[in-house]
């Protein structure tokens, strides 16, 4: 089946500092989606992005479907930004049963 | 705003105990899923339901069943608990045709 490699697989910044995240698949999809869960375990979706780019206040996301791969960019990160952050794709043959990466853990210090 | 809760945050069960795993969402979404979340191994799905009474095995289904008679609600069962099953449960939610998610808190589960 499909595989999903998230790296880094854990990243701690500064306060402020930017990052990005990346995403890559094996095989084609329908679509890729990139949540956050926050400390507490409540996953939350940032973005659902099966090309292209999308910008949500300080994150942006590009998915280059063609390559199999996407990023996710954090700017100027704050505390609340800690978490994990998760990509999950919909292969094409799967009908709407996503498979998600092992996540990105990323500690924003003070 | 979709709302999708879980009966409880926290659960401990023995060994063998039947458990139910509650999950209600209130956006009238057809698609309903059960997932498991192990630190290493991400989140693995286990049932995943697109209509009342619809069912289909995800990736880890073994030892797990699932019933679903109203479109709100989607249960998952443990028939004889076992410690490997100590995990956090996170239920979602979804419009058909490949729709974004949307996740319950999760129901921490430990088994003893």
């Known amino acids: 089946g499909i595989q999903v490699e998230q790296s880094p697989p854990d990243l701690i910044l500064q306060e402020g500092a930017n990052s990005t995240l990346r995403c890559n698949f094996s095989d084609s999809v329908n679509n890729l989606q990139w949540f956050h869960q926050n400390p507490w375990g409540q996953l939350i979706n940032l973005f659902y992005i099966p090309s292209g780019t999308k910008q949500n206040g300080r994150l942006s996301a590009t998915t280059v479907a063609t390559e199999r791969y996407s990023l996710l960019y954090i700017s100027s990160s704050q505390t609340t930004d800690s978490g994990v952050y998760f990509c999950?794709?919909?292969?094409?043959?799967?009908?709407?049963?996503?498979?998600f990466g092992k996540g990105t853990r990323l500690h924003i210090l003070p | 705003d979709v709302k999708v809760t879980q009966s409880s945050r926290y659960l401990v069960k023995r060994t063998g105990e039947k458990v139910f795993l509650e999950c209600v969402q209130d956006?009238?979404?057809?698609?309903m899923f059960w997932y498991r979340q192990d630190p290493g191994l991400g989140l693995r799905l286990i049932y995943f339901?697109?209509?009342?009474?619809?069912?289909e095995k995800g990736d880890i289904p073994e030892g797990y069943s699932v019933s679903r008679e109203k479109k709100e609600r989607f249960s998952l069962i443990l028939e004889s608990a076992s410690t490997n099953q100590t995990s956090m449960y996170l239920c979602?939610?979804?419009?058909?045709?490949?729709?974004?998610?949307?996740f319950g808190p999760g129901t921490r589960l430990t088994v003893l």
């Open positions: 339901s697109y209509d009342v009474k619809m069912k």
């Open positions: 956006m009238d979404h057809e698609n």
């Open positions: 979602a939610s979804s419009l058909p045709r490949r729709d974004t998610q949307y």
């Open positions: 999950a794709v919909d292969p094409r043959n799967r009908d709407d049963k996503i498979i």
